[in-house]
């Protein structure tokens, strides 16, 4: 259903401009792996991770507006979850945490002040 293509950092700002994201790409410079995600569609969002503790951290996670509230979001992290066959993380911004509760996160003690959800692949 999704393909996932690899993408350098300095493909970030274009592909900004061309699938109108909220992404600031300068946060980013030093970021993990940054992956373009599309369908039949297109290009339908971004995701950047990084290998974490257990498993992976989800640093960015995008779906761009065009493409919202068709539960595309959510489709392809339930098939991140299955294929990564490992823990997942993510320390979501507040306005997003009722979506990666949706999908099965749930709040994770960790040592640092940020927010933290974790998806227990493990069980």
Not at 9 to 33: C, D, M, R, T
Not at 59 to 87: H, M, P
Request: hydrophobic share 35%.
């Amino acid at each position: 259903m999704f393909d996932v293509v690899e993408i350098p950092y300095e493909k970030l700002e274009e592909l900004k401009e061309q699938v109108e994201l909220e992404l600031l790409p300068y946060f980013y410079k030093k970021a993990g792996l940054i992956f373009t995600i599309s369908n039949h569609e297109g290009n339908i969002g971004i995701i950047i991770i990084r290998e974490y503790s257990d498993g992976f951290l989800i640093e960015y996670f995008e779906i761009v507006k065009n493409q919202r509230n068709k539960k595309l979001g959510r489709k392809f992290i339930y098939d991140c979850i299955q294929d990564l066959k490992t823990n997942i993380y993510v320390a979501p911004f507040p306005e997003k945490e009722r979506f990666w509760k949706n999908c099965g996160f749930k709040n994770y003690k960790n040592i640092s002040p940020m927010l933290c959800y974790k998806y227990d692949n493990d069980n």
